[in-house]
């Protein structure tokens, strides 16, 4: 267990946050629709642990299918930086912040962060799918 205070932001700097994450719990990658479209690799916290400092005028979001979640992108450069949503498999509401958007982590803990593949695209999050290569 190694809690740091992280910050991150968009490309053209418009959006930043921080959040206090333990790369080192775990990080996910998904095969769904979505995340497979946005090679997705996030880290999925408890909304307190994730605090907007700027930006918020330059968000939008986008939602589909089930509505479980709003993947915010910065308007002016498109980066994805966070998604916000509610699926009870996973234990509720939950912030999922993209890793590659982390300004001040530490390559090593990066690297070094495990990642679990979900199969979200069967909502089968508690398992991994047989194929993770294309991720
Ligand atoms: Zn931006």
Redesign the pocket.
């Known amino acids: 267990m190694s809690l740091k205070k992280y910050t991150g932001?968009?490309?053209?700097?418009?959006?930043r946050y921080e959040a206090d994450l333990d790369l080192s719990a775990g990080t996910s990658r998904c095969n769904c629709s979505f995340c497979r479209k946005v090679r997705n690799w996030s880290i999925i916290v408890k909304p307190e642990s994730f605090h907007l400092l700027s930006?918020e005028e330059?968000l939008n979001f986008y939602e589909f299918n089930t509505k479980s979640s709003k993947h915010h992108f910065?308007?002016?450069?498109?980066?994805r930086t966070f998604s916000k949503g509610y699926i009870e498999e996973i234990g509720g509401a939950f912030v999922s912040v993209a890793i590659s958007t982390l300004d001040n982590a530490d390559l090593k803990d990066i690297i070094e962060a495990p990642v679990w593949y979900a199969d979200g695209l069967h909502n089968n999050w508690q398992n991994q799918p047989a194929e993770i290569r294309h991720l």
């Open positions: 932001s968009c490309h053209c700097g418009a959006v930006g330059s910065c308007k002016n450069c498109g980066v």
